[in-house]
């Protein structure tokens, strides 16, 4: 079965550092671009940040310069540095894979449960 498990949530103060995980099983992920998305209550997914099988990545303006996504193929497993947290980073955070680059949560094939992260100010 293949899964994805995310890790490293919690309650934050604005100013604050948080590094969530991504953990992957079942197959490896090594060959796929990993994606997170973020999700505030009434609000649409949105995608925040991705990296690719050859390391590369994107961001969303909203977190560049804050934000770092990293993986380590032989965990397979995702990271994302977030420094700087603020209020408004507060969310349902979740990773993904995809087997091409794309920033849109449709064409993601596999989805963690989700792991949330609060900032209080």
């Known amino acids: 079965q293949v899964q994805l498990a995310e890790s490293g949530g919690g309650l934050e103060q604005a100013g604050d550092s948080l590094r969530l995980s991504c953990a992957g099983s079942?197959?490896?992920?090594?060959?796929?671009?990993m994606g997170w998305f973020r999700q505030a209550p009434g609000k649409e997914r949105e995608f925040v940040a991705l990296?690719?099988?050859?390391?590369?990545?994107g961001y969303a303006e909203s977190v560049k310069g804050r934000f770092t996504i990293s993986r380590d193929k032989a965990e397979n497993t995702v990271y994302l540095q977030m420094n700087s947290l603020k209020p408004e980073d507060t969310a349902v955070y979740y990773c993904?894979?995809?087997?091409?680059?794309?920033?849109?949560?449709?064409?993601?094939?596999?989805w963690g449960q989700g792991t949330q992260v609060t900032v209080s100010s």
């Open positions: 993904a894979a995809v087997s091409r680059i794309t920033t849109y949560a449709n064409d993601y094939e596999h």
């Open positions: 990296i690719s099988w050859d390391y590369s990545t």
């Open positions: 079942g197959r490896t992920f090594s060959n796929y671009v």
